[in-house]
């Protein structure tokens, strides 16, 4: 039979540029996020993650930022390359100190144009 | 040092027969988890082991889905009598410890006819 799916959404840059990809979450009581990059055909690839405890935090060419009191996330990539082109996945997990049942977004599709 | 494997990558089933999908978690890690995506959807919790014990199956459908992660080999989720709606990538990922970082396989593609 016929299904409908949600088109994911999508962010296009061009290479170079630095991209943010923004995620909501609902639930009060999550303490750990992290984000993922997945390929076409591949799992998700852990990006980075961070505590409530922090409200920003650095890596390679990435940063991610939380906002706790509105229950927002964020994830800036710098200088984009051609090989960030995947769809990125926020993800929440509500155990204070675990990282256990991990609650996805929707996912963000991020295209990098040369 | 290997990462989370997962076979088969593919796997065909007849609407009615099993399918049995196997996860290797990474080495030293002895907690895995079962998430299930559909095309174009973020990952669904299924299912959480450690060695030998479920902690938490609150993502499980309650009729023909089971999961096992035995003292020796590798962590089995086990369709029963599959449905067309079973049709998704399932994809395990494994931890350390319980509060650290989940990795995650390349998944299974499950196709039922």
């Known amino acids: 039979g016929e299904s409908v799916g949600l088109h994911l959404p999508t962010l296009s840059v061009q290479e170079g540029d630095n991209s943010i990809i923004n995620c909501a979450y609902s639930n009060s009581a999550s303490d750990y996020f992290i984000w993922y990059k997945q390929e076409s055909g591949k799992g998700p690839q852990f990006i980075i993650d961070i505590r409530s405890n922090m409200d920003k935090r650095q890596g390679q060419r990435v940063t991610v930022l939380l906002n706790k009191t509105v229950k927002h996330l964020s994830l800036q990539i710098a200088a984009t390359q051609p090989g960030d082109s995947a769809v990125y996945f926020c993800?929440?997990?509500?155990?204070?100190?675990?990282?256990?049942?991990?609650?996805f977004g929707k996912g963000m599709k991020l295209t990098v144009n040369p | 040092n290997a990462g989370v494997m997962q076979n088969p990558r593919h796997l065909v089933r007849r609407r009615g027969q099993e399918a049995r999908l196997r996860c290797s978690p990474m080495k030293g890690h002895s907690h895995v988890y079962w998430y299930r995506q559909l095309p174009e959807e973020g990952l669904k919790f299924m299912v959480y082991?450690?060695?030998?014990?479920?902690?938490?199956e609150s993502g499980m459908p309650k009729e023909r889905f089971s999961a096992e992660f035995p003292k020796e080999g590798p962590s089995i989720l086990r369709i029963q009598q599959v449905v067309r709606g079973d049709s998704a990538a399932y994809f395990c990922?494994?931890?350390?410890?319980?509060?650290?970082?989940?990795?995650f396989g390349p998944g299974t593609r499950l196709t039922v006819l």
């Open positions: 082991l450690q060695k030998e014990n479920i902690i938490d």
């Open positions: 993800a929440a997990a509500g155990r204070k100190g675990g990282s256990e049942k991990l609650v």
């Open positions: 990922a494994s931890s350390f410890s319980r509060s650290d970082t989940q990795y």
